[in-house]
């Protein structure tokens, strides 16, 4: 019996699903490496960066903002975010989430269930955290 999965960022496989994609994600808990069904990531918006347009059909999707600020979009529907905000996006609604900051945007980033998620992350290119990434997930930047 499995009692406990941890992952320091720092050590995360991190990996860009198309190689325009202005958002990149470090893996931390998924069905591969931990046989859950859902995906735990930290996502990461270049400035200027978003989602592409997509939906999920059966995933409710959760973005937790740990840094940076940037605007959500559901239909016609539009909210802005900052540190500390959460959202949530339930299925079957087309959604993207744009970086309006200077800086980063990092979000905790949660798909339950994965539905495919986690293995389209990991068919991406593998990509390495900067400097920047890893002082701010690891709580060295304000």
Not at 8 to 23: E, G, L, M, Y
Not at 64 to 87: F, I, M, P
């Amino acid at each position: 019996m499995k009692t406990f999965g941890k992952e320091a960022v720092a050590t995360a496989k991190a990996f860009r699903i198309a190689p325009n994609d202005t958002n990149y994600f470090a893996v931390l808990f998924d069905p591969a490496k931990d046989g859950i069904k859902n995906v735990f990531v930290i996502e990461i918006f270049t400035p200027g960066g978003a989602t592409p347009p997509n939906e999920h059909s059966m995933a409710d999707e959760f973005f937790y903002v740990l840094s940076g600020e940037g605007v959500a979009r559901c239909g016609d529907q539009e909210t802005s975010l900052k540190k500390g905000d959460a959202l949530l996006l339930h299925p079957g609604n087309e959604h993207i989430v744009h970086n309006t900051g200077t800086k980063k945007l990092y979000c905790l980033t949660v798909m339950t269930p994965n539905e495919g998620f986690a293995e389209l992350i990991r068919g991406g290119t593998p990509v390495e955290l900067d400097a920047e990434d890893l002082a701010v997930l690891g709580g060295s930047v304000p």
